[in-house]
């Protein structure tokens, strides 16, 4: 009865408020998933991981003049998690944005509130779309547009409660503080960013910051397009430790025919000696907030809450894309994984491949259907850094639908 009276305001709004244009979208996306070796490598005697996850998203866009209002409310469960005759459930409903966009003139606008962040190829700063809860961040942002240039001035401080004293911050694998610029530009074959990122991190000792900077480069020739990642970090990690490090990518990608794409790249991120810092210095990079499972494999055995002041990665792939019909396509991709520095001194620094296989059908604008298949051929590198066995089958799959109506829509 609540969310009909909800409903029933908006539309009432619009009704009288001739130069308003209101959105109501919904998702609904289950994924059953198969995990026999996912993000780390299967242990002797144990058994595969067998669950069904779903992601449900009510979406409300509502525009007036110089504002744009956005409120994202999903609930994030695994079927089961509760019972069937259930007092509450185990997750609950979540708010996953919930911002207001100002227009102070044709140029310049405020966005206030919690929202997601994506740049570029979402290497640094993305929305991690793949995890059912996905990525969003409360902030301030200053927003600059004029024709293909644009820029981003971004500014958040995060605390866990309304406190009397002081500005601990209590919440987990949360920023304390940060704040960040990002430029573009668009050109006819071109296009360029460039970001910088001051982050500071809680730590019993004081806030501590580490700067971020870099380019994402884009460029197209004839039927070639190529893309690069530029990366430094320095200052202080959260151990209070001297920060010194890069992340250096290239892709070029033949459009072969309208039908089929197919691409190498590579991406060298640094790391340290060993796995772990020395004499003060930490020289592995952190790819902070991006997705990292667009990146190095999609069964996430790097960077995805794992493998943080490692010995880095050297992955090197290639992938092919095929357009089946106007409705399915397939995409494959082979990686070849390496540790930038030494492990130890008894292996070396070859840690497998990994295959990754995935089918998408479209059965209507607002239905779709995704199926995937990953292989991890590990060596013995791995099994030092996993500390599992190399000898098992590691192997996941998985099928995921995604359906996304439209509820209702207004005409501005």
Same mark, same amino acid.
């Given at each position: 009865?609540?969310?009909?009276?909800?409903?029933?305001?908006?539309?009432?709004?619009?009704?009288?408020?001739?130069?308003?244009?209101?959105?109501?979208?919904?998702?609904?996306?289950?994924?059953?998933?198969?995990?026999?070796?996912?993000?780390?490598?299967?242990?002797?005697?144990?058994?595969?991981?067998?669950?069904?996850?779903?992601?449900?998203?009510?979406?409300?866009?509502?525009?007036?003049?110089?504002?744009?209002?956005?409120?994202?409310?999903?609930?994030?469960?695994? %079927?089961?998690?509760?019972?069937?005759?259930?007092?509450?459930?185990?997750?609950?409903?979540?708010?996953?944005?919930? %911002?207001?966009?100002?227009?102070?003139?044709?140029?310049?606008?405020?966005?206030?509130?919690?929202?997601?962040?994506?740049?570029?190829?979402?290497?640094?700063?993305?929305?991690?779309?793949?995890?059912?809860?996905?990525?969003?961040?409360?902030?301030?942002?200053?927003?600059?547009?004029?024709?293909?240039?644009?820029?981003?001035?971004?500014?958040?401080?995060?605390?866990?409660?309304?406190?009397?004293?002081?500005?601990?911050?209590?919440?987990?694998?949360?920023?304390?503080?940060?704040?960040?610029?990002?430029?573009?530009?668009? %050109?006819?074959?071109?296009?360029?960013?460039?970001?910088?990122?001051?982050?500071?991190?809680?730590?019993?000792?004081?806030?501590?910051?580490?700067?971020?900077?870099?380019?994402?480069?884009?460029?197209?020739?004839?039927?070639?397009?190529?893309?690069?990642?530029?990366?430094?970090?320095?200052?202080?990690?959260?151990?209070?430790?001297?920060?010194?490090?890069?992340?250096?990518?290239?892709?070029?990608?033949?459009?072969?025919?309208?039908?089929?794409?197919?691409?190498?790249?590579?991406?060298?991120?640094?790391?340290?000696?060993?796995?772990?810092?020395?004499?003060?210095?930490?020289?592995?990079?952190?790819?902070?907030?991006?997705?990292?499972?667009?990146?190095?494999?999609?069964?996430?055995?790097?960077?995805?809450?794992?493998?943080?002041?490692?010995?880095?990665?050297?992955?090197?792939?290639?992938?092919?894309?095929?357009?089946?019909?106007?409705?399915?396509?397939?995409?494959?991709?082979?990686?070849?994984?390496?540790?930038?520095?030494?492990?130890?001194?008894?292996?070396?620094?070859?840690?497998?491949?990994?295959?990754?296989?995935?089918?998408?059908?479209?059965?209507?604008?607002?239905?779709?259907?995704?199926?995937?298949?990953?292989?991890?051929?590990?060596?013995?590198?791995?099994?030092?850094?996993?500390?599992?066995?190399?000898?098992?089958?590691?192997?996941?799959?998985?099928?995921?639908?995604?359906?996304?109506?439209?509820?209702?829509?207004?005409?501005?």
């Amino acid at each position: 009865m609540k969310i009909n009276k909800f409903l029933s305001i908006l539309l009432v709004l619009v009704a009288t408020t001739s130069y308003a244009q209101l959105s109501i979208d919904a998702e609904i996306r289950p994924r059953a998933e198969y995990r026999h070796g996912f993000k780390t490598l299967i242990a002797d005697n144990e058994n595969a991981a067998l669950f069904v996850s779903q992601r449900t998203r009510l979406n409300t866009t509502y525009s007036i003049d110089r504002l744009n209002f956005f409120l994202s409310i999903q609930d994030v469960r695994v %079927w089961g998690d509760v019972p069937q005759l259930n007092i509450a459930d185990a997750n609950g409903l979540g708010l996953h944005q919930a %911002w207001a966009e100002i227009f102070l003139d044709t140029n310049y606008s405020l966005k206030l509130g919690r929202q997601e962040v994506i740049y570029d190829d979402s290497r640094i700063f993305g929305n991690v779309g793949w995890a059912q809860q996905a990525r969003s961040h409360d902030m301030a942002m200053l927003k600059y547009r004029k024709g293909s240039f644009k820029t981003d001035i971004g500014l958040a401080f995060n605390q866990s409660k309304e406190n009397i004293t002081g500005t601990f911050l209590e919440t987990p694998r949360t920023y304390k503080a940060m704040q960040y610029a990002w430029i573009h530009k668009d %050109w006819k074959d071109f296009s360029g960013s460039f970001l910088f990122l001051n982050n500071g991190m809680q730590t019993p000792v004081g806030l501590k910051y580490s700067q971020t900077v870099g380019t994402h480069l884009k460029a197209k020739v004839n039927q070639f397009n190529f893309i690069s990642n530029l990366y430094y970090q320095f200052g202080k990690d959260a151990g209070n430790r001297d920060l010194s490090a890069y992340l250096l990518s290239l892709e070029a990608y033949y459009k072969v025919s309208d039908k089929t794409k197919v691409g190498l790249g590579a991406e060298l991120i640094s790391g340290n000696k060993n796995g772990s810092p020395a004499n003060n210095e930490n020289k592995a990079f952190t790819p902070f907030y991006g997705t990292n499972h667009k990146f190095n494999g999609l069964m996430d055995y790097f960077y995805v809450g794992n493998h943080g002041n490692n010995v880095g990665l050297l992955d090197i792939y290639a992938k092919a894309n095929f357009k089946l019909n106007p409705k399915s396509s397939l995409g494959a991709s082979l990686h070849s994984f390496s540790a930038a520095e030494d492990i130890n001194s008894t292996v070396s620094k070859q840690l497998g491949a990994e295959l990754d296989i995935v089918y998408g059908y479209k059965f209507t604008k607002e239905i779709g259907i995704k199926v995937g298949y990953s292989h991890l051929f590990p060596s013995e590198g791995m099994e030092v850094l996993k500390g599992n066995s190399d000898d098992n089958t590691n192997n996941w799959a998985w099928v995921m639908v995604t359906i996304k109506p439209t509820l209702f829509s207004t005409k501005k």
